[in-house]
């Protein structure tokens, strides 16, 4: 079992940056893909990025790509998201998730979510 732990959600101005850290519990963390997907309200949940198990390869939704960076530090257990730029379309929560294939199609894992609001 992988619990996982989103933080740095809030509310911020369009042209904004935020920083989201996900923090897991196992010493395995390296083992897994992490990625962030976004819900939001009345929309199904997408793909917003991924990072493979050392950070060599990351993948991004085209919605975001040039805006946000992913990245992971598997000494702390844990996998951010940069957000810079921020539009009022990227209002979602964000949820953290972990699977061990590369795809994520259907991750093993996933945070409670937190709030990401872009006022316009």
């Known amino acids: 079992q992988v619990q996982l732990v989103e933080s740095g959600g809030g509310l911020v101005q369009a042209g904004g940056s935020l920083r989201l850290s996900c923090a897991a519990s196992?010493?395995?963390?390296?083992?897994?893909?992490m990625g962030w997907f976004r819900q939001a309200p009345g929309k199904e949940r997408e793909f917003v990025a991924r990072?493979?198990?050392?950070?060599?390869?990351?993948y991004y939704a085209d919605s975001v790509k040039g805006r946000f960076t992913i990245s992971r530090d598997n000494a702390k257990n844990t996998v951010y998201l940069q957000m810079n730029s921020l539009k009022p379309e990227d209002t979602a929560v964000y949820y953290c998730?972990?699977?061990?294939?590369?795809?994520?199609?259907?991750?093993?894992?996933w945070g409670q979510g937190t709030q990401v609001t872009v006022s316009s």
């Open positions: 998730a972990a699977d061990r294939t590369l795809t994520m199609a259907k991750p093993d894992y």
């Open positions: 196992r010493r395995t963390f390296s083992s897994y893909i």
């Open positions: 990072v493979s198990w050392t950070g060599g390869m990351k």
